[in-house]
């Protein structure tokens, strides 16, 4: 339980309780749901063989309750947002942190990759050979990391040596780790 603020027994009590309320509940469910299932199972059953008839099959759906009415119109707010994911459109994505290909693809999904942002603007100048031209410009794609990591010595300096010699980035015992050329 490192970093939350409940001990184990307050944590397994109250997961506990959790489970008292709703397990009774979830069987409810889970009853319910076999209900359906096992009419749907016998309608289809009782016309083996038949035409589908869209019309008929939907009406039957209601009469079971597996299809419900269109509620009314409603609308839905809310308040004590951050900012970021009130404002800013994009995906919101939960990936396992434990993954770093999931959690640099859930980052550039949420944010964009820099390369990316680098890449297909004017910030790189497209003289000598660097032009955005074709699929892909080998030559555009080298200037690009190197601003992005001058970029990212401005915004995120390491405690010492550069993101231009860095080889590899990890999390360690939750601390970024910055493997460098020397």
Known sequence: MAGLPVGRMKFWEGFGEIVRDLAPR??????RRDELQAAIDGWHGARRGEPFD???????????????????SFAVTTTNVDDELALLPGPQLVVPASNPRYAL????????SLYD?????????????????????????????????????????????SHADATAYRVKEGALEVALKN
């Open 26 to 31: 979830n069987a409810a469910m889970m009853a």
């Open 117 to 161: 942002a680098l890449y297909g603007t004017d910030v790189i100048p497209e003289a000598n050979g660097a032009g955005r031209t074709g699929s892909f410009n080998p030559l555009r794609a080298m200037q690009v990391v190197t601003r992005a990591r001058a970029f990212l010595d401005e915004a995120a300096p390491l405690a010492s040596g």
């Open 54 to 72: 869209h019309a008929v099959y939907e009406r039957f759906l209601r009469e079971i309750g597996y299809l419900l009415p269109e509620p009314p």
């Open 105 to 112: 693809n859930a980052a550039n999904a949420r944010w964009g």
